[in-house]
């Protein structure tokens, strides 16, 4: 691949400031065959060749985001993978891994086979597959041989058969997947605290949106962290956890990082940028689980992820239509916990580096490429590399976008920052070497593809 002579390429992207985690640099990028063939200066030797001009421009990773729900099968009207993947493609996420709360659940070989034979026909990003146990652990070494990147374990505020309560089965669990040799991710929680909570909340009559966040406090999510972490320990295990949101799951995961190896976390989007007011101004379109916690929380979690405690930002895409929300209008209870994502991923992250909250190659870092590597989907994908698969977003820094409802690809529709203005315009993403979305629209037909994990 760095052999391939300039007049053999099919693409150039000249000049412009190219972020890697390790610092940026002004050069080019030569695309052969839909993958990064050179980098470097390429003069007039490769003036014939196709070109984007990136002068001035930052030339990015395509994000990957390691935690979304596109609903499909089972609950298209929600969302599908078209429509999700083309918020993706806009938002200049290129790469997802899709979460197996779909019905059927993906914990047979034959869910999987079917979600696999829908990205290839449906996607315009690529897309991973998570996969969980259910009531079929005799599955477990075939989803691995069929790729999945993950094997995913909810420890709360999910009904069976992806429940796993019982703390002897997940130690069980935990020993046989790490056998297995995938990634297990923790959704952290317990249910006899969000039990307690709820029914303390109802018998005081509160419908407020405020009353929801109190029927799932830190207490629960931490509480779930620390029983993952010792049941970890005792089946020799490694851990990514899921939704870290509060300051007191940050307490329990550094602990437990201090006596086992192996653990990873992920924040998501909403937490780092939204707090308990914007679950009070806008109710039932800005819940979710877990809910928003408050700015110390927040501020906490930004900490997390400068000193590293915190190494994934993801968005836990989980979009429902506008009349569902609505009924949640008078009872926050009645609506479904769930928002959109995607499409405002890179947005909002661009706008953090532009308040100082992150540097342009920690963003790189903790949204494409360590993702990438802790879900064994790297080096195809994640960063800017020879021999990678070109998976580009051009960002003009000096430009602005504001974030419109109107505007959102995803069947959600409302989106709780609308209005808000970011830093730094999302030109086009590339997914390998294609454009596949300019200046806030979708370019083409779907060419996304399934990711298996590398073995």
């Known amino acids: 691949m760095e052999n391939a002579r300039l007049t053999d390429l099919d693409l150039v992207i000249a000049d412009g400031e190219v972020v890697f985690p390790h610092g940026t640099q002004r050069t080019s990028l030569g695309i052969k065959d839909g993958r990064v063939a050179l980098i470097g200066e390429l003069g007039e030797r490769a003036k014939d060749v196709p070109r984007l001009d990136a002068a001035g421009k930052w030339v ?88 999945a990147v993950s094997f995913e374990i909810f420890l709360a505020d999910i009904p069976p058969p992806l429940l796993v309560a019982d703390t002897g089965r997940l130690v069980d669990l935990l020993e046989r997947l790490s056998a297995v040799g995938v990634v297990v991710g923790i959704t952290p929680g317990d249910d006899g605290v969000i039990a307690a909570r709820t029914a303390n909340v109802n018998r005081h009559g509160r419908t407020d949106p405020l009353s929801f966040a109190e029927t799932r406090p830190p207490l629960s999510e ?118 959109p994502g995607v499409q405002t991923f890179l947005p909002l992250m661009l706008e953090s580096v532009h308040q100082g909250r992150l540097s342009l190659e920690r963003l790189v870092a903790c949204c494409a490429e360590i993702p990438a590597r802790r879900f064994g989907i790297f080096p195809q994908k994640g960063h800017i590399g020879l021999g990678a698969d070109a998976d ?53 037909a779907p060419t996304g593809k399934f990711i298996a994990r590398a073995n």
């Open 392 to 444: 580009l977003v051009i960002v003009n820094p000096r430009g602005e976008q504001v974030i419109d409802n109107a505007t959102q690809f995803s069947k959600a529709g409302r989106t709780p920052y609308h209005g808000w203005r970011t830093h730094g315009s999302i030109e086009c993403t590339l997914l390998r070497g294609r454009v596949i979305a300019r200046d806030g629209q979708v370019q083409g």
């Open 60 to 147: 990015l990773p395509g994000l990957v985001d390691a935690h979304v729900h596109f609903r499909e099968p089972g609950a298209e009207h929600k969302e599908d993978l078209r429509s999700g993947s083309m918020a993706a493609a806009v938002g200049g996420v290129t790469s997802v891994m899709d979460m197996p709360t779909t019905s059927p659940p993906t914990t047979t070989p034959e869910a999987f086979a079917q979600k696999r034979s829908l990205i290839e026909e449906k996607a315009h990003v690529d897309i991973a597959i998570q996969a969980a146990i259910g009531d079929h652990p005799e599955h477990m070494e075939t989803l691995a041989r069929m790729g």
């Open 222 to 339: 931490a509480l779930g962290v620390v029983k993952a972490i010792l049941a970890a320990e005792a089946a020799g295990a490694e851990i990514h956890f899921r939704q870290i949101s509060c300051r007191a799951s940050l307490e329990a995961l550094r602990r437990g990082k201090d006596r086992l190896k192996g653990i990873t976390a992920e924040a998501m989007v909403h937490h780092l940028t939204l707090d308990q007011g914007t679950l009070e101004e806008q109710g039932p379109f800005a819940k979710m689980i877990p809910p928003l916690r408050r700015p110390e929380d927040v501020e906490a979690l930004w900490a997390a992820l400068g000193e590293g405690l915190i190494e994934i930002v993801a968005t836990d895409h989980a979009p429902h239509p506008p009349g569902e929300k609505e009924q949640g209008l008078e009872d926050i209870h009645q609506a479904p916990g769930g928002i």
